[in-house]
């Protein structure tokens, strides 16, 4: 675990508390943390909704659905699938004006570059963390998550490069 997180609760480097990241968020954020080499649990979650996000508007609302659908499973007994019911929440777009409009406009087609420079700019990454590094992070941490059907579909959707990392997630 990193010593952010266990150092005192009321501070972090967003002047957030701990309570603003859900206990059942943090086992997923901890692995992205971890594989983009990422400080703080808020970078971690920014970047996985900015990735996200990013996915989401590659796909049709058939295949984001189907992807929800799945991380909404009730969560197993087993500690393996119990990272579910956190994840479906980080992959739901919390802004309702973007929500809609991802409804109502066709699947994006975007470039490799395209993603890449979304995550650099919007992410809001350390200095020393390259966008490549953190979209695997989510990428690996994601894949735990489904099923091998899922996996495949959205590696479908993905472009070049991107596809590229997912598969080596």
């Not at 979650?45 to 984001?64: K, L, W, Y």
């Not at 919007?122 to 735990?144: C, M, N, R, Y």
Request: hydrophobic fraction near 35%; charge should be negative; glycine fraction near 4%.
């Amino acid at each position: 675990m990193s010593d952010k997180l266990t150092t005192d609760p009321q501070k972090t480097t967003r002047h957030e508390t701990k309570a603003d990241v859900p206990e059942e968020h943090r086992s997923f954020l901890e692995k992205v943390m971890a594989g983009a080499g990422l400080e703080d649990i808020f970078d971690a979650r920014d970047i996985t909704e900015i990735v996200f996000r990013t996915m989401r508007d590659m796909m049709t609302n058939e295949v984001s659905d189907r992807v929800a659908s799945e991380l909404h499973q009730e969560a197993e007994p087993t500690e393996d699938r119990a990272l579910q019911n956190e994840v479906a929440d980080l992959w739901k777009d919390t802004n309702p004006i973007v929500a809609f409009l991802s409804r109502v406009r066709p699947a994006l087609e975007i470039k490799p570059e395209t993603f890449i420079r979304r995550i650099r700019e919007e992410g809001g990454l350390q200095g020393d963390v390259a966008p490549e590094t953190a979209i695997k992070a989510v990428f690996s941490a994601t894949k735990d998550e489904l099923s091998p059907e899922r996996i495949q579909e959205i590696a479908n959707v993905l472009p070049g490069e991107i596809r590229q990392m997912w598969d080596q997630a």
